[in-house]
């Protein structure tokens, strides 16, 4: 393995400052996103208005008919209205395609060539996310779908990193692919790690709590919070995930799992060894997942 040595810059926090004002102009995500949130957390809200709310954006109507038709659902007919789709699929579900659609959309295309792949950041967020949910069901979590929305955004400060500290961002990177975990790179170059960099973001997006507390713990999950569960699926599932395979290219060091957190959420190797296996199958299905996340 590469020898990599990181030094800390004197521009670490001059790069940091840049990254916060970077975050604080980034655009809000589309009104339909909120009030999705506001419509689903009240218990008695039908498909019908979940349908109508979303059905107020042309542009997302479309993607999420265009994903719910794809073979990943395998459902028996074709899909015509998103009320139909909320029936089938249930209303979390449907939430969670509305929200990686928008988000993912947000950072559609980076500015670079080099540095972050943001295909294959995608495809390794959503194997993570895969993976989570199928822990949040051996740990038999309430909703297991809220590790699945957790899993798909975990990474999301990667792509700030990428887009506002991008020369930084790319020697943290070479110091990951030397064998320096990623998080200990970047908070050496970048002033802080991506885990805090995507808590801002998701917080400033006013997203449930549970989604920027797992982007800020899913490396160190510790503490007592309410949200720790979810948080440790991700973390067990993004270990999983990347020892199956679905890595960053730049970023392979596949993380340890105490003994604490297995227990957490009731994993034994044997169990987790299960989930690799049963993922190729499951990321074939999410193929047009993908697909119709790129607006392919
Ligand atoms: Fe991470
Ligand atoms: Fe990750």
């Not at 970047?186 to 917080?203: F, K, N, Y």
Request: neutral net charge; proline residues 4%.
């Amino acid at each position: 393995m590469q020898e990599f040595v990181l030094r800390p810059t004197l521009e670490a926090s001059e790069t940091w400052e840049r990254i916060v004002v970077g975050i604080r102009r980034l655009p809000t995500l589309p009104s339909v996103v909120f009030e999705l949130q506001r419509v689903i957390q009240n218990v008695r809200s039908s498909a019908m208005e979940v349908g109508r709310i979303i059905s107020s954006d042309q542009v997302l109507t479309t993607r999420v008919l265009q994903l719910v038709n794809s073979a990943y659902h395998g459902l028996p007919r074709q899909v015509h209205s998103v009320t139909e789709a909320v029936t089938l699929l249930g209303l979390e579900q449907v939430k969670s395609m509305a929200l990686a659609l928008s988000v993912h959309d947000m950072f559609a295309t980076g500015r670079y060539a080099d540095g972050l792949d943001r295909a294959q950041l995608w495809r390794h967020s959503l194997a993570v996310a895969n993976c989570a949910r199928l822990v949040a069901k051996e740990a038999a979590l309430e909703d297991p779908e809220q590790a699945f929305t957790a899993g798909l955004l975990h990474d999301v400060g990667k792509v700030v990193f990428d887009q506002y500290a991008h020369a930084q961002f790319i020697e943290a990177l070479q110091a990951s692919a030397g064998g320096m975990p990623l998080h200990q790179a970047e908070a050496i170059v970048l002033g802080a790690p991506h885990t805090r960099v995507g808590q801002m973001v998701l917080s400033r997006w006013k997203l449930p709590e549970f989604i920027p507390y797992t982007a800020m713990h899913h490396h160190s999950p510790g503490g007592s919070s309410e949200h720790l569960p979810v948080c440790a699926c991700v973390t067990v599932g993004n270990a999983v995930a990347k020892w199956a395979g679905y890595a960053l290219p730049t970023d392979k060091v596949v993380p340890r799992l105490s003994k604490r957190i297995m227990q957490m959420v009731n994993m034994s190797q044997e169990k987790a060894s299960a989930i690799a296996e049963r993922l190729d199958e499951a990321m074939a299905e999410s193929a047009d997942f993908l697909q119709a996340l790129q607006g392919k």
